[in-house]
């Protein structure tokens, strides 16, 4: 046994008789095997090659389609049939994921185009995976398929072993067409990814065209013939221009597809959606709004159901409690909380032409594809005209023949090595020689002649033009703009995804969602608030814990927001449709609100949020700002108002048509004058209202009509000022004002009347 220690006990670096070359660490193997790894992803699994617009495992089903004769014209195969040539033959993998790469070739929900014409059941949009067994199901190639094969044997592509070496398949398919964008495809890769959406057959070969007639387009004027993807579906894009422009630009990016939807036309409140986003599911869709419907999302609807059907395959109902709902905004909130609005990835990853995987821009893939192609079309004229000479030349020999037809006959009876002496004596070819020894008896009318003649004249004449081709680049992108056309007519359609400009979906809010009922909202003296069902009710009469009393409260809908402000002039807000019930005592707004030490609620109010308001401190100072200013999600608020230490906040909701204000201090002054003199702030101190003096304060405002009156308030006693009374009252904005009348000089609210007449 050979010592492998050394003198220090430890191992040598090599082992005896071993090549140092050889040995590789474990980092190394494993750099090398996960890149070998990568790799064998990449070029022959998951990304497609710009082509034919397949992967290896979809370009190797369609040829051995085409050589099993599944053409579209043929009679249909069973799947397991050709999954067994496919796997046995070019594609060594598993069974079933080989026939779901076929399944999805023949899904018209799948493929814009599909490839495959399927039998039996290949899936459906709410479960594309739902195809029944190989051995079920029957397949042949489609029409559009034609446009990858037509040109196969043609010398136009590059041929490879397959697995074992005792076959030979195409490197690529000679596409007619730019089925990479045709078509599409996912893929996922290591490291790397594709997503590449279909287009619309007719809008691509437009672009095609254009760019062979104008190489220095941009991208800008490419997207007037190729707007946006085209997918199997009747769904709007709604992604903005700009943004396709720039996905196109840079290849990659995104785009959204929303349902499309109408109401019927003799029950208005049915909603039916028509079409569904691209792979969207019908079954999930109604699962998504079921659940809001469960969870008391959905007040509007009270059923949804699916009546589609072989006339209709996508027809979902939404029943609506009334056809008096918006629904426009119910639309959209469930374009935005469920899959009738998806978004897209876009990611234009292809192998290309070098063969090297790449992400393009829209314009780059069409110059490369359009140069492939100028490439195979050039090897087909190339094959074609060396079919055509060899041809030539072997008519040039047998019009010979018939020259000197009772000569050769001769010569063949007699001389042994008939065609050595035919190309002695007349100076032929090898090919020539065999040619006219082939000749069956047959043949040896005049017509034939005639016939060889017609023959050599035709090919002649298509020789020149294949010439002409090859030798003038101009003439050849005629030729590439023929071919493309007339594949277009062929099998070009319209668009089938509508391009739309949609406003953006919002998903309602809960106070959205909420049914708008009258609500009157009541708040205690100790801070508790709840509210009560209509506006009919005594907000003072209600019960009240011990100790505690009416405070204020406001009128609104269980829809609105609660603005509440509090004694530091901080502004709060709550949704209405979440405040306790009137039936209790309600809840303390502190387990709602975080207050500041010492602040108490004084004001609660609701309305619109464009609604003005008047705020003011009782130092005499103040401003008008819209109800929407109160806004907040802070539970501790925002400060609206700034106020002194000793000074509280006022608060007064302006009518539209109010013009005037009117202000009462402690002294018994009211002065009034026009809004238009206070400023309108977010928020602030304002500019002054009244002039006070030593420990005045204003203790009561309102506003008021040209036509109205206003009520003041004296302890018990009222007194309704006219408009006649309220001019004696009428100054300038920080003015003292003008006494009221004995008796209600201790005032305590101002109210407006409103004129009846």
């Known amino acids: 046994m050979t010592e492998l220690a050394t003198a220090d006990n430890t191992l040598p670096k090599t082992l005896p008789n071993h090549d140092p070359s050889l040995t590789r660490s474990v980092a190394e193997f494993s750099e090398q095997a996960y890149l070998n790894y990568a790799m064998y992803v990449i070029m022959d699994r998951a990304l497609p090659h710009i082509a034919d617009g397949l992967k290896p495992v979809q370009r190797r089903i369609i040829y051995a389609m085409s050589e099993l004769g599944l053409k579209n014209t043929a009679k249909p195969k069973k ?3 050709t999954i067994g040539d496919v796997i046995g033959k070019y594609h060594p993998h598993g069974d079933s994921a080989c026939y779901e790469a076929m399944v999805l070739m023949s899904q018209p929900f799948s493929y814009r185009y599909p490839l495959i014409s399927g039998q039996g059941n290949f899936g459906s949009p709410d479960d594309p995976k739902s195809f029944a067994a190989m051995r079920y199901t029957e397949a042949k190639l489609s029409n559009y398929a034609n446009t990858l094969l037509q040109e196969l044997g043609q010398g136009t592509v590059d041929w490879q072993d397959n697995f074992d070496g005792t076959l030979q398949e195409p490197v690529t398919l000679p596409a007619r067409l730019p089925n990479i964008l045709l078509n599409g495809t996912t893929g996922i890769a290591v490291g790397m990814a594709t997503d590449i959406p279909p287009h619309n ?11 062979l007639k104008n190489p220095n387009l941009t991208d800008k004027q490419l997207t007037k013939y190729i707007p946006a993807p085209d997918l199997p579906t009747h769904a709007e894009i709604i992604t903005p221009p700009a943004e396709l422009l720039a996905m196109y630009q840079t290849g990659r990016g995104s785009y959204k597809m929303r349902a499309v939807y109408h109401i019927d036309e003799h029950e208005k409140n049915l909603v039916i959606i028509d079409a569904l986003p691209y792979q969207v599911s019908g079954n999930k869709v109604i699962e998504q709004i079921a659940q809001q419907i469960g969870q008391k999302k959905l007040p509007w609807v009270t059923d949804i159901r699916d009546e589609s059907d072989h006339q209709n395959p996508c027809r979902i109902v939404i ?5 008096r709902v918006d629904i426009e905004a119910l639309m959209g909130h469930l374009f935005a909380s469920t899959d009738l609005q998806t978004s897209y990835r876009v990611n234009l990853n292809i192998i290309g032409s070098h063969g090297k995987p790449q992400v393009m821009g829209l314009r780059e893939i069409l110059t490369e594809w359009l140069a492939v192609r100028r490439n195979t079309v050039t090897r087909r004229l190339r094959y074609r005209l060396d079919k055509i000479t060899e041809r030539l030349h072997i008519l040039a020999g047998l019009l010979v023949a018939y020259v000197h037809l009772d000569d050769i006959i001769a010569l063949i009876r007699e001389v042994d090595d008939a065609k050595a002496e035919l190309m002695r004596r007349y100076d032929l070819s090898e090919r020539q020689a065999q040619a006219i020894l082939d000749i069956r008896l047959r043949q040896l009318a005049q017509l034939e002649e005639l016939e060889l003649k017609r023959e050599q004249d035709e090919l002649t004449g298509e020789q020149q033009r294949i010439e002409c081709y090859l030798n003038d680049p101009d003439s050849l992108t ?10 277009m007519k062929a099998h070009g359609d319209k668009r089938l995804s509508p391009l739309v400009e949609r406003s953006e979906a919002v998903a309602l809010k809960d106070s959205d969602l909420a049914p708008s009922e009258p609500i ?3 708040v205690s003296q100790a801070g508790w608030i709840r509210a009560a069902k209509g506006h009919d009710i005594d907000p003072a009469g209600m019960n009240y814990r011990a100790g505690d009393s009416y405070l204020t409260h406001a009128l609104g809908k269980t829809n609105d927001k609660v603005y509440l402000l509090d004694s530091t002039g901080r502004s709060y807000r709550l949704d209405a ?3 306790p019930s009137a039936r209790g005592q309600g809840e303390p707004l502190t387990s709602l609100l975080k207050l500041p030490t010492g602040a108490t609620i004084v004001h609660a109010l609701m309305g619109q949020d464009a609604q003005m308001l008047l705020l003011a401190g009782t130092q005499g100072y103040g401003f008008i700002t819209e109800l929407g200013s109160l806004d907040t999600n802070q539970k501790a608020g925002k400060q609206l108002i700034t106020l002194s230490d000793d000074e509280t906040p006022l608060a007064h909701l302006i009518d539209s048509d109010d013009t005037q204000i009117a202000v009462a201090s402690t002294a018994g002054n009211v002065l009034c004058y026009p809004l238009a003199d206070l400023p309108t702030l977010k ?7 009244m002039d006070l003096k030593g420990n005045e304060t204003i203790i009561a405002l309102t506003t008021f009509g040209a036509s109205d009156s206003v009520q003041a308030t004296a302890g018990k006693r009222t007194l309704t000022l006219k408009p006649a009374d309220l001019a004696n009252h009428t100054g300038k904005r920080a003015q003292r004002g003008t006494a009221l009348p004995k008796g209600y000089q201790k005032v305590v609210g101002l109210a407006k009347v409103m004129d009846k007449s």
């Open 79 to 81: 799947s397991a049939r």
């Open 201 to 211: 057959l007719t809008e691509v070969v437009k672009g095609c065209i254009a760019l």
């Open 319 to 323: 029943e609506l409690r009334s056809s």
């Open 478 to 487: 005629g030729l590439l703009i023929d071919e493309l056309t007339a594949d």
């Open 520 to 522: 009157t909202v009541i």
């Open 577 to 579: 449709h979440n405040l």
């Open 683 to 689: 928020r602030g101190k304002g500019n002054k209202l």
